[in-house]
């Protein structure tokens, strides 16, 4: 393993076609502005290093990413890479992680516009993020603790499981497939619809028009706040522990509750059963 440390680039491919090398408290700046430092790498670890420039990890395989930063300048910064490692980093640069696959996320500080798209088996934990559009049409996510703000999350992604997390997002889990999430806050407007095979379990949902054009819908022990016109034309199972506001046209099922403001069913299509179990709806 080769050991870089303490020094500063700004050319074009630095290090381009690297192997085995270790950047220790290095920066990626300066006036040749450069790009595509570690491009075609393999087996690299940097350590406290500050990137700035933009494209600095294409078509790598093998990153460790420990204790670094990219600024908002250091723009899609990991593009078609392979078994990536990054912890406690700052990922502040647009359009980081895409295409790539067999990452491991963790102790990071997310603000990064189209963050994660077309991603596939990525591990996140206790993390923050912040951007539009988080991790669109990804695959296989595996999320724990981490807290999210911004619109338009999730949307289209496949196979995944989310656990004490906290999401404060509109229109997220839009077109989601064979997705579970668990011990988690969800705050926003239009959750979750036309998604297929998706399970909240012992899960807080705040938001207007919530679960509409839902298939194998199912919530288990789930509070719904503000959650007027839900479930319109779901396919859905849902045991909720609180009072909703409005019940729309649910298509099949069943929704349990203590208690609806208004449930409406002017559609002769809809069939689904609602039960509440207070005398007062």
């Known amino acids: 393993m080769t050991l870089i440390e303490n020094k500063t680039f700004d050319n074009e491919r630095a290090l381009y076609g690297s192997r085995d090398v270790t950047a220790r408290k290095c920066s990626f ?9 570690f491009k075609e790498s393999r087996n690299i670890t940097t350590e406290e290093c500050f990137f700035n420039l933009r494209y600095p990890f294409w078509h790598d395989i093998g990153l460790n990413i420990k204790n670094c930063e990219m600024t908002n300048l250091c723009r899609a910064s990991l593009w078609y890479s392979e078994n990536i490692t990054i912890s406690d980093s700052k990922l502040h640069g647009i359009k980081a992680l895409r295409e790539c696959g067999n990452i491991n996320v963790t102790g990071c500080d997310i603000i990064s516009p189209e963050f994660g798209w077309f991603v596939r088996d990525i591990k996140m934990s206790d993390s923050s993020a912040e951007g539009e559009y988080f991790m669109m049409r990804s695959d296989r996510l595996s999320f724990n603790n981490v807290s999210l703000k911004g619109k338009y999350s999730f949307q289209y992604i496949t196979d995944s499981i989310f656990e004490n ?13 064979n997705v579970t999430v668990k011990n988690s806050v969800i705050n926003g407007e239009y959750l979750a619809w036309y998604c297929e095979n998706v399970t909240f379990e012992n899960c807080k949902i705040s938001g207007t028009q919530p679960l509409c054009y839902c298939k194998g819908l199912k919530m288990i022990n789930c509070e719904l706040t503000n959650a007027d016109l839900s479930f319109e034309k779901s396919d859905v199972e849902a045991d909720i522990t609180t009072h909703i506001v409005s019940i729309k046209n649910p298509a099949s099922g069943f929704i349990n509750c203590p208690s609806a403001g208004e449930i409406i069913m002017d559609d002769k299509a809809s069939t689904a059963i609602i039960k509440c179990t207070s005398e007062n709806r």
């Not at 997390?165 to 497939?177: G, Q, R, V």
């Open 29 to 37: 700046d300066g006036p040749a502005d450069g790009e595509s430092a």
């Open 165 to 177: 997390c906290i999401f404060n997002t509109k229109d997220a889990f839009w077109h989601a497939k």
